[in-house]
């Protein structure tokens, strides 16, 4: 004779058999979700501009790229003790072409690609920090980077943001831009010119990289920002998604922010 016990078995079996791959599925999409963030080994940093290019605005007093060099050579050893290899796409003050640099990010398929920036603009108020982001995959990335470097740094926070700069619609792996506040700014760029501050810079970043909690103290700046969330602003403004050229350009263009801390900037030079 066949029990209700006998018949309801393999209903039984089936739905906790559910259960099991529901478990498995969402444990897998976790794994992946964590792989996601931890597969690469390499890290090819990007400092911005270099030879001719000097970055920022005509005039600037500080030239922005001698800025990202010095950060990004203090990153590198930074990334490289915690067992990263790192690539350069320059460690002089040449001239790379962004087409370049895109194709030596993209020649490392487990890497992620930072490139490292000072901003400008017209009105010397303007100031704060900055990263963007172009695909889904480097959102994560970008979110972590910048929230240990706001964290660090007793700049504003000026959000992360999506756009379609050159070098990120370029790069076919996780790719983030940071702009590390304004050299046309008389108190960001005093403290752009401290090797004490650029260390700090590159050790935050190395920290978003790591994905390591911020330091519980922080001993040489104070941090205005902190309180505030670092939330993703999902911006992409199509004016600047250009397909053509790997020729380096400069262009300026204007654009009104849209968030509450909202100011005019003048969006400056490379923005690649
Ligand atoms: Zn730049």
């Known amino acids: ?3 209700h ?8 079996m089936r739905a906790r058999f559910g259960r ?17 963030q931890t597969r690469y080994t390499t890290v090819v940093i990007d400092p911005g501009h270099g030879g001719f290019d000097r970055g920022g605005i005509p005039g600037q007093r500080v030239p922005e790229k001698m800025m990202t060099l010095d950060v990004s050579l203090r990153l590198k050893p930074l990334l490289e003790k915690a067992g990263y290899r790192v690539v350069m796409t320059r460690d002089t003050d040449v001239f790379v072409p962004l087409g370049t640099r895109a194709a030596i990010a993209n020649s490392y398929p487990n890497a992620i690609f930072v490139c490292v920036h000072f901003n400008s603009a017209t009105r010397s108020g303007a100031n704060g920090i900055e990263t963007y982001f172009y695909s889904t995959e480097s959102a994560p990335l970008a979110a972590s ?10 700049s504003e ?13 370029r790069t076919t792996i996780p790719a983030v831009l940071i702009e590390c506040g304004f050299l046309t700014n008389p108190t960001e760029a005093q403290y752009a010119q401290s090797s004490e501050y650029r260390q700090k810079l590159a050790q935050e970043i190395a920290r978003g990289i790591l994905n390591r909690p911020a330091l519980a103290t922080r001993t040489a ?5 902190s309180r505030v969330d670092v939330g993703l602003q999902p911006f992409l403004d199509q004016r600047f998604m250009r397909e053509s050229g790997t020729k380096h350009r400069r262009h300026k263009t204007s654009t009104t922010k849209k ?3 909202t100011e005019k900037k003048k969006v400056s030079s490379e923005e690649q």
Request: glycine letters at 8%.
């Open 221 to 225: 700046y104070t941090n205005r920002s």
């Open 1 to 3: 004779m066949r029990s």
């Open 157 to 169: 926070n000026r959000g992360v943001r999506r756009r379609g700069y050159f070098v990120l619609r």
């Open 259 to 261: 968030s509450p801390s």
């Open 145 to 154: 980077i910048h929230s240990a470097l706001v964290g660090g740094a007793p």
């Open 20 to 36: 099991y791959v529901v478990c498995c599925l969402a444990a897998a999409a976790l794994a992946a979700t964590a792989s996601a």
């Open 5 to 12: 016990a006998a018949t309801k078995g393999p209903l039984i």
